[in-house]
């Protein structure tokens, strides 16, 4: 990352205040959508895991059998 202070070391803090600003008002929006809206690829991984997991165990049930 650059650094964007000049030779004199003067630093605006404004610009890090709005981006800390921004990241605050994103935020709890981020949570909300998640809350609502992020159930279904999470369900999806889960059953996709048991899914595998299942595989793996009858792949090596045959194996041992």
């Known amino acids: 990352m650059a650094n964007t ?26 949570r909300q959508a998640a ?7 999470r369900i999806g991984l889960i059953v996709g895991i048991v899914v595998a997991v299942a ?4 792949v090596a049930w045959l194996a041992l059998k």
């Open 5 to 30: 202070q000049g030779p004199q070391g003067n630093h605006d803090p404004a610009g890090s205040t709005q981006m800390f600003r921004a990241f605050v008002d994103e935020e709890p929006q981020g």
């Open 35 to 41: 809350a609502t809206g992020g159930g279904g690829p």
């Open 55 to 58: 595989v793996v165990a009858a």
